[in-house]
């Protein structure tokens, strides 16, 4: 099994999660689809959670078999309660249990404010936010049923939530993006509060521009990556696996002690870059 990162400089996350079993939502793109293959790579069993797509989430469960580990595809919608738990069940029934809820799946439907429509906003917010609680109470109960099994991981489960930097940062004509990630960093904390006694730990992983379909306009010309660079003082756009190797780290024991934190991937974005030579 290969590892993911640097063999040469020593470090490897092939054996990570080995034995943990992990669900991804929207795997079949971008920063999920990074994930979902980082995760099989450190060695946990997949669910590759899509909603469309077959094709592409069938690809993404051959390139994490070929870890030798176990990843089927599943087909559901994030924001429907019957759906979410189904394939919470299903995966209980195919892998015995689940260990890692990484709650991805996003998307943007953007507008000024006098133009947004309530379907707009209300589909954001049910993707993005109602999405994210759904499926972390779903993991959640299973999570408490099973408990610690102490050769498998030191806690009973991990939820991560795919916040974003605009968990913080205001986003003039992205209202309904905003409000629902500045919603996933209240809800990780409060779950992650009211589940710690039960050793599970919740947290979030807050990418900033990272080169994925969701915001291919404002890195696919050379001016708009120009115009983004000026935001991130490290002035690199971030590619998914930037993210995917954030997550493997969060999920894994290394980071057994980190409760309720919410991990800013984004080269220095959150820095408020703007006063680097202002103020
Ligand atoms: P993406 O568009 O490539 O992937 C989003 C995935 O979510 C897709 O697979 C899509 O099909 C899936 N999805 C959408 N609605 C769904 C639903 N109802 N049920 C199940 N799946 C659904 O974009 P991405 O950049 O990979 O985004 C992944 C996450 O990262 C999102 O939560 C996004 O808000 C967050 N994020 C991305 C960036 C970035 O710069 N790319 C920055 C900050 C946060």
């Given amino acids: 099994m290969a590892g993911s990162v640097d063999e040469n400089r020593?470090?490897?996350?092939?054996q990570l999660l080995k034995g943990q079993r992990a669900?991804?939502?929207g795997a079949n793109s971008g920063i999920g689809k990074a994930t979902a293959i980082a995760l099989g790579r450190a060695g946990a069993d997949v669910v590759v959670n899509y909603v469309v797509g077959a094709d592409e989430a069938e690809k993404v469960?051959?390139?994490i078999k070929d870890f030798g580990v176990r990843a089927y595809a599943h087909e559901a919608d994030v924001s429907d309660e019957d759906q979410v738990a189904a394939m919470v069940a299903q995966m209980v029934r195919e892998f015995g249990t689940i260990d890692i809820m990484v709650a991805n799946a996003g998307l943007q439907r953007d507008a000024p404010l006098a133009e947004m429509t309530l379907a707009q906003w209300q589909k954001v917010i049910d993707v993005n936010l109602t999405g994210q609680f759904l499926c972390a109470r779903e993991a959640a109960k299973e999570f408490v049923r099973r408990g610690v099994v102490p050769e498998v991981s030191r806690s009973a489960g991990k939820i991560i939530c795919m916040s974003s930097v605009h968990?913080?940062?205001?986003w003039a004509g992205h209202v309904n993006y905003a409000s629902s990630k500045g919603g996933v960093?209240?809800?990780?904390q409060t779950l992650a509060q009211e589940l710690a006694p039960q050793r599970i730990r919740v947290n979030a992983v807050a990418p900033g521009a990272i080169r994925t379909p969701i915001n291919r306009d404002a890195w696919s010309t050379p001016e708009a990556e120009a115009d983004l660079l000026r935001l991130i003082p490290y002035r690199r756009v971030g590619d998914p696996d930037d993210i995917a190797n954030a997550v493997v780290a969060m999920a894994s024991d290394l980071l057994d002690y980190v409760v309720g934190a919410t991990l800013f991937v984004d080269g220095g974005m959150t820095l408020f870059p703007g006063f680097a030579t202002g103020g």
């Fill in 10 to 14: 020593g470090t490897t996350t092939a």
């Fill in 23 to 25: 669900l991804v939502t």
């Fill in 61 to 63: 469960v051959a390139q």
């Fill in 167 to 170: 968990q913080i940062i205001p």
């Fill in 185 to 188: 960093g209240m809800l990780m």
